[in-house]
């Protein structure tokens, strides 16, 4: 494993306040992993800076003295993008949660890399605005690594990728420049925009430290429906109706009934209806007209499109019906050990490629534990396999190892892509031609090299350099 030499050490102690590298056992366990807890965390020294000059300060030298070095913000992938396992040094942003005051008018506002999403939303939102990138984790996410894996979420129908709402990004390159690119505006036709260069390259081509977010108003009232199916066809055809609805489609998301078990295990969620399901469809929608929602919704039951349901009344009732939804994947982790994957497919493929991955698991892996959930509206599934209670840890992530070739292989097939929101990282990496040719992946090394010639940033991230 590689170690920080004794001549980087000094320059750093030089070059930085007294309390920003950090050697503590515990905060090297903590910092230099992620959600993953897949491989053993073991860098060599955690950096907290305060400002993008102290970034650069950091990075120039670790390039300087051939040191690595790990960016890492709110630490939720679950790619191992940002897992530092070969004594690197982790570049934890955490301390950099400046939010500048929101521009009402231009609707936008600026923010450092460390600043927690839940945060942004909750200023943005004394405005009337809202930054509209939205997951379960925005609780403890950064912005800078939103923009880092261009993260995707539960609105993604509504409102697109984290890309189409960044106007302008500060970066440390590999060097240690600072580049600041577009700054706040919306037009800017000068030439290759190196902004959407650097969002969702997990960290590997340069360090975001602070954005410009572009804002958007608050929807109006939304009323929340969380509807129960028969079966996947039916969450299909569900979607197709709900496209040509009286309201505006803000999210689709479906779970089964083994993902409802498990939250209920860990936090003693109910279902609030009568009727047991095997899939379950959560919508959020924006309905200027009541009535005819609410006729909407009857004609689903007349025609049989559901099998029972409910609709929020208020505020209280909408936020506990997405807590079925958002409280799914801590649930997985903390009554289990689970295998995860996050695939895309088109939506016209999804269940053509879900009859199949079912049947190739069920017949080579019987009795495991299948739970799926996932983003209908944008072609989203999250694939997540259960640890059998016997099975010992080291020969079920060999077997979801020959797992995962088969289910690429089937992603393949139906022009899909191994990774919808989540990144590469070091997880999806042995999987990456599935999804590139190898002509796009000599192009992106050769990016790599051209940005990053001494393999400073994030290495082994996405892609190995021959």
Not at 26 to 50: C, H, I, M, N, Q
Not at 180 to 189: D, T, W
Not at 193 to 214: C, H, M, P, S, Y
Not at 360 to 377: D, L, N, Q
Request: proline share 5%.
């Amino acid at each position: 494993m590689a170690t920080l030499s004794d001549e980087l050490r000094a320059s750093l102690r030089e070059a930085l306040p007294p309390d920003t590298v950090s050697y503590d056992p515990a905060d090297l366990a903590e910092y230099g992993r992620d959600w993953t807890k897949v491989y053993a965390p073991a860098p060599s020294a955690v950096a907290f800076p305060r400002s993008t000059d102290e970034v650069a300060r950091i990075v120039a030298l670790c390039d300087k003295y051939g040191a690595r070095v790990v960016p890492s913000g709110g630490r939720t992938g679950l790619a191992g993008g940002a897992v530092a396992r070969d004594g690197e040094l982790v570049l934890s942003l955490s301390r950099m949660r400046a939010i500048d005051p929101v521009d009402p008018v231009a609707m936008t506002v600026r923010v450092d890399a460390g600043a927690v999403t839940e945060a942004v939303h909750q200023r943005c939102a004394e405005h009337g605005l809202t930054w509209p990138v939205d997951f379960a984790s925005k609780g403890s996410s950064h912005v800078g690594g939103n923009i880092a894996t261009n993260a995707g979420g539960v609105k993604v129908i509504r409102y697109g990728l984290t890309r189409q709402w960044v106007l302008g990004l500060v970066v440390v390159t590999a060097k240690g420049d600072v580049l600041r690119l577009n700054g706040a505006l919306e037009k800017n036709n000068t030439g290759l925009d190196l902004r959407q260069l650097f969002i969702g390259t997990e960290g590997t081509l340069g360090v975001i430290t602070e954005a410009t977010l572009k804002l958007t108003r608050l929807p109006g009232p939304s009323q929340v429906l969380l509807l129960g199916v028969s079966d996947l066809a039916a969450v299909l055809a569900l979607f197709r109706v709900a496209r040509r609805g009286p309201f505006v489609l803000s999210a689709y998301e479906f779970f089964t009934d083994k993902c409802i078990a498990r939250v209920q295990r860990h936090r003693k969620l109910r279902v609030p209806f009568d009727t047991a399901c095997s899939h379950y469809v959560l919508m959020e929608v924006e309905a200027h007209d009541r009535d005819a929602l609410e006729a909407w919704l009857a004609s689903l039951f007349e025609e049989g499109l559901v099998v029972d349901g409910t609709m929020s009344q208020d505020s209280s009732q909408a936020a506990a019906l997405w807590a079925l939804r958002e409280g799914i994947s801590e649930s997985l982790s903390a009554t289990g050990m689970p295998h995860k994957n996050d695939v895309a497919l088109p939506i016209a493929e999804l269940e053509a490629f879900c009859a199949r991955f079912e049947a190739v698991f069920a017949a080579r892996y019987p009795g495991w534990e299948i739970v799926t959930f996932g983003h209908i509206g944008d072609g989203n599934l999250h694939l997540n396999v259960m640890k059998p209670d016997a099975m010992r840890r080291e020969d079920f992530l060999a077997q979801t190892h020959e797992a995962d070739r088969e289910l690429f292989e089937l992603v393949r097939h139906h022009r899909g892509s191994i990774s919808a929101e989540h990144g590469v990282g070091l997880l999806k990496k042995p999987w990456l031609s599935y999804s590139r040719t190898p002509e796009e992946i000599a192009m992106l090394v050769a990016v790599k090299r051209a940005l990053d010639p001494n393999n400073t940033l994030n290495p082994g991230k996405i892609f190995d350099l021959p």
